[in-house]
């Protein structure tokens, strides 16, 4: 370390060469001025040389903040706008993994020789849902002030938006794309349940024409009811995420589908129930988890911002109502079967989630478990009866979806402050009204024309090898394509 003289020595030295002046009191001791004397004698000379001409520090300018660029101050508001739609965009992302929760149950709970075309739908159908929303199903769920109070309403083709719909004056909570990203990730969802319930004898090409129309005409008109400002906005109906708009409306369409396809081969015989085993519980369960974990940024996200009481109420019911499902359905199924029934445990899951879609933002914690327990009970009763009615839905798609959703939206009239439980009657009436005449008109008018289901062959055979020629586990399955 250098002694104080010698230290005091090179400022001098330092500042003799930048033009200033020692600080008053910071002399060297008078015995080591001669060192000091040398070094500045020294340096003078060097700077006559280079003709350098001294340089004068501003000590103040140089400590201050250095001054921000006209107009880039951001405002309180500025920042929550922000976190608002950043939590937004999360949210997005939450929803658009549970696409990935359905491929896995949908696979999990059917045959191991149909999981390549499970898995090709839902690929498929994300895609479709987000291309179809962006060419006109955003514009018509969406339509404008024009329309409010009304039945219909469209604002045009594609989706495009002017500086204002980047910013706050748009939304307080989200830009315009924001807007329409997270709504289509929603529609894709509606064409992802009636999958499900169609599985293992449905051709794929009609499939795929029905989720087109279905989710780019049918999901929009009926959202725009109350999510766009229509008639069912202006009666005071609620269904804060979607147990009605999304789940039921998807059920409807599960069961128009399970109608006009018929069961699949082997299911009822001789006047018997014959269940066909889902190939891979794990896998359905991971599923589940899956849904559950995106379900947090389905009903959070549809608080439209980060508001931390209203995004944590959410959760929690969402939450509770998810857990109640699962213990009721397991009990349900042990009264009812003798035994606990994983599958059925699952769709308790799903139940509780999907009957407290409507009302997460308004019922208290206590409510939701209930709502959650009687989902649960629900979810049961119906893939029961279902079956014995001979209508088979592989994964229980509508038991979960339409009866549980139709569940959800009715308990917001029950359980919901200042809610009217006729006004929820009459939204949920409306939408299957709608929905599932329109999806059974389009299932007979493709069955009519390029037909809806696959030969016995085929069926039998499996619609891996029959429809795409590739198997989901080589090496490992009974049918190969040696």
């Known amino acids: 370390?250098?002694?104080?003289?010698?230290?005091?020595?090179?400022?001098?030295?330092?500042?003799?060469?930048?033009?200033?002046?020692?600080?008053?009191?910071?002399?060297?001791?008078?015995?080591?001025?001669?060192?000091?004397?040398?070094?500045?004698?020294?340096?003078?000379?060097?700077?006559?040389?280079?003709?350098?001409?001294?340089?004068?520090?501003?000590?103040?300018?140089?400590?201050?903040?250095?001054?921000?660029?006209?107009?880039?101050?951001?405002?309180?508001?500025?920042?929550?706008?922000?976190?608002?739609?950043?939590?937004?965009?999360?949210?997005?992302?939450?929803?658009?993994?549970?696409?990935?929760?359905?491929?896995?149950?949908?696979?999990?709970?059917?045959?191991?020789?149909?999981?390549?075309?499970?898995?090709?739908?839902?690929?498929?159908?994300?895609?479709?849902?987000?291309?179809?929303?962006?060419?006109?199903?955003?514009?018509?769920?969406?339509?404008?002030?024009?329309?409010?109070?009304?039945?219909?309403?469209?604002?045009?083709?594609?989706?495009?938006?002017?500086?204002?719909?980047?910013?706050?004056?748009?939304?307080?909570?989200?830009?315009?794309?924001?807007?329409?990203?997270?709504?289509?990730?929603?529609?894709?969802?509606?064409?992802?349940?009636?999958?499900?319930?169609?599985?293992?004898?449905?051709?794929?090409?009609?499939?795929?024409?029905?989720?087109?129309?279905?989710?780019?005409?049918?999901?929009?008109?009926?959202?725009?009811?109350?999510?766009?400002?229509?008639?069912?906005?202006?009666?005071g109906f609620h269904d804060f995420a979607g147990s009605t708009l999304v789940h039921a409306v998807g059920g409807w369409g599960a069961l128009a589908g399970v109608i006009a396809l018929g069961p699949r081969v082997g299911k009822y015989v001789n006047g018997r129930i014959k269940p066909i085993m889902g190939h891979n519980m794990p896998l359905a369960c991971i599923g589940v988890f899956l849904l559950w974990f995106g379900w947090y940024g389905f009903n959070g996200g549809s608080v439209l911002s980060a508001e931390p009481g209203a995004v944590s109420l959410v959760v929690v019911t969402t939450s509770l109502a998810a857990a109640m499902g699962i213990l009721a359905a397991a009990a349900t199924s042990v009264v009812m079967q003798k035994r606990p029934d994983l599958s059925m445990a699952l769709n308790g899951a799903l139940a509780g989630l999907v009957g407290i879609t409507a009302g997460a933002d308004v019922v208290t914690p206590l409510s939701a478990v209930l709502i959650g327990a009687i989902a649960g009970v629900l979810v049961v009763v119906s893939v029961i009866t279902l079956d014995k009615v001979k209508l088979d839905d592989p994964v229980g798609a509508i038991s979960v979806h339409l009866v549980c959703g139709i569940w959800g939206t009715l308990a917001v009239g029950i359980f919901g402050a200042d809610k009217s439980f006729v006004t929820q009657l009459t939204g949920t009436v409306a939408a299957g009204a709608f929905a599932f005449p329109f999806a059974l008109a389009l299932f007979y008018g493709l069955k009519a024309t390029i037909g809806i289901r696959v030969t016995e062959k085929e069926e039998l055979r499996g619609l891996d090898l029959e429809e795409h020629g590739m198997e989901s586990y080589a090496g490992f399955q009974i049918f190969t394509m040696q």
């Not at 549970?98 to 149950?105: K, V």
């Not at 045959?111 to 006109?136: E, P, R």
């Not at 719909?165 to 748009?170: D, E, K, R």
């Not at 989710?215 to 069912?232: E, K, N, T």
């Open 1 to 235: 370390m250098m002694s104080n003289g010698r230290a005091l020595a090179v400022r001098g030295a330092i500042c003799l060469v930048l033009g200033m002046s020692l600080p008053v009191g910071a002399e060297e001791p008078a015995a080591e001025a001669p060192v000091a004397e040398a070094l500045a004698a020294e340096a003078a000379p060097a700077a006559e040389a280079q003709a350098v001409e001294p340089v004068k520090v501003d000590v103040a300018a140089a400590v201050a903040e250095p001054a921000e660029p006209e107009g880039a101050t951001m405002s309180a508001g500025d920042i929550l706008f922000w976190i608002n739609n950043t939590w937004m965009l999360v949210a997005t992302f939450m929803v658009f993994i549970m696409h990935l929760g359905f491929a896995a149950l949908e696979a999990g709970l059917t045959q191991s020789k149909n999981t390549v075309n499970i898995l090709f739908k839902n690929v498929c159908i994300i895609s479709i849902g987000l291309l179809t929303y962006a060419l006109m199903g955003f514009n018509l769920m969406y339509p404008g002030e024009a329309a409010a109070g009304g039945y219909f309403g469209f604002a045009g083709f594609g989706i495009a938006t002017d500086a204002a719909g980047l910013t706050s004056a748009y939304n307080p909570g989200y830009t315009y794309w924001t807007d329409f990203i997270f709504q289509g990730m929603f529609a894709a969802t509606a064409a992802t349940i009636v999958s499900g319930a169609v599985a293992e004898r449905i051709k794929l090409g009609s499939f795929l024409i029905f989720s087109t129309v279905f989710v780019s005409i049918c999901y929009p008109i009926i959202g725009m009811w109350h999510w766009g400002g229509g008639w069912l906005a202006e009666r």
